[in-house]
């Protein structure tokens, strides 16, 4: 029996995001991402942020071997105005809806999104205000 592990599921995903121009990090902004300088008045990168679930090991056959993994993780997006908030929402679906992320060790499935549906939002209590928008995406693997 091989039990998957989160990180590496997880470190596919940043990967898929990266190569495609996302900026993305694990449960912060990453490093280059939000103001530049003063808030409101320089410029804002957009940006990803990755929450993976712990994952879920799933009996593959009746032999009840749990070799499956079900991967399932939360992506928040943050802009300085709704469009740019959209903007890094839609780049992240592209990179992510469809492709097969590389896991050491594991033949992944593709990605598909979640039926999660949340409108672009304002956040007033940060000064000044951002806009972010959440999805939810999941993929399995087994074992090679």
Do not use: C
Not at 18 to 28: C, E, F, N, W, Y
Not at 83 to 98: E, F, K, N, P, W
């Amino acid at each position: 029996m091989t039990v998957a592990t989160a990180r590496p599921h997880a470190d596919g995903i940043v990967a898929l995001l990266t190569a495609a121009g996302v900026l993305v990090d694990r449960g912060k902004a990453p490093a280059g991402g939000g103001w530049a300088g003063n808030p409101g008045t320089s410029t804002f990168t957009g940006y990803a942020v990755l929450y993976p679930f712990t994952g879920r090991d799933d009996a593959a056959s009746l032999a009840q071997t749990h070799d499956a993994f079900d991967f399932s993780f939360q992506i928040t997006v943050v802009g300085a105005t709704q469009d740019q908030a959209i903007g890094v929402m839609d780049a992240v679906r592209t990179a992510l809806i469809g492709v097969t992320p590389v896991v050491a060790g594991r033949a992944a499935y593709p990605v598909y999104r979640m039926p999660l549906d949340q409108p672009i939002s304002r956040d007033d209590a940060v000064v000044p205000p951002v806009h972010y928008g959440v999805v939810q995406f999941h993929f399995r693997s087994e074992p090679t």
